[in-house]
């Protein structure tokens, strides 16, 4: 898996004391494929990775799976597509033509229904009844009644779905726009939000700034990393209100300088 991704997968690994490793993202935090491609003396059982990735924001294409998959045949490749649907072309796609990769999708993000705790994959037969196998060791609460109707519903309801996920996205390329003209880098996003730097402010005294002005933005301190903010991409009103803010703070930041 990447060195800069999910938490919970590395987290996971060392609870049921899973070995793993983990592959440096290239300079500008792009998945470096040739090195999922390398022959090993032992084939790794699974590759784990976030597409879009987080919190990175970045996107692997098709294409790119396509060779890691080919070149690992043996190894599990589970796609974890928690944010596709804000900008990306789902890898459901070449589940028939590979039957090594699995991909997960979650209803919590583009579908809003992060409280119904839904999610599902999709993968060969034989990989689906191996999860079948073992998935009530692990999930101990399936599905109740009113959440699988909400999760029905929901996807059924393609318009509504597609308009909100739209308006996500224009709010998105939006905000990296405003924030560009004040000075951030912003890394090109396909999720809900958007990871950026400063190379003139300190990215944890900004988290602070704007946390003691009621927005509540993502730091992390890691360190790779730990000059780079996560902002999810809230209304129209919520965007503007975090651009107007950030200005403030960084004008004040240059005064005092």
Not at 195 to 217: S, Y
Not at 251 to 257: D, I, R
């Amino acid at each position: 898996m990447p060195d800069v991704s999910y938490s919970f997968y590395t987290t996971y690994c060392r609870y049921y004391q899973v070995p793993f490793e983990v592959m440096p993202l290239a300079e500008d935090f792009s998945i470096n494929v040739s090195d999922y491609l390398q022959p090993r003396e032992q084939a790794p059982v699974g590759i784990l990775l976030a597409n879009p990735n987080a919190p990175t924001s970045l996107l692997l294409g098709l294409s790119e799976i396509q060779k890691i998959a080919s070149a690992n045949p043996e190894s599990v490749v589970v796609i974890d597509e928690a944010y596709i649907d804000f900008g990306g072309q789902s890898a459901i796609s070449l589940v028939n033509q590979y039957d090594n990769i699995v991909v997960v999708q979650t209803l919590s993000k583009s579908y809003a229904l992060a409280g119904l705790r839904v999610g599902f994959a999709v993968a060969s037969p034989e990989i689906i009844a191996g999860l079948v196998r073992v998935k009530d060791s692990f999930n101990s609460y399936p599905l109740d009644a009113l959440a699988l109707a909400g999760a029905a519903a929901a996807i059924k309801d393609q318009d509504y779905f597609q308009q909100a996920c739209q308006n996500v996205i224009s709010s998105r390329d939006e905000l990296s726009k405003k924030l560009s003209t004040i000075g951030f880098k912003v890394l090109p996003s396909s999720t809900n939000f958007v990871f950026v730097t400063h190379p003139e402010h300190d990215a944890a005294q900004l988290q602070q700034a704007l946390r003691d002005n009621g927005i509540l933005v993502r730091h992390f301190s890691q360190s790779r990393i730990q000059n780079y903010l996560r902002i999810t991409v809230g209304t129209p009103d919520q965007c503007d209100r975090l651009f107007t803010t950030l200005a403030t703070i960084i004008h004040k930041k240059q005064l005092n300088k």
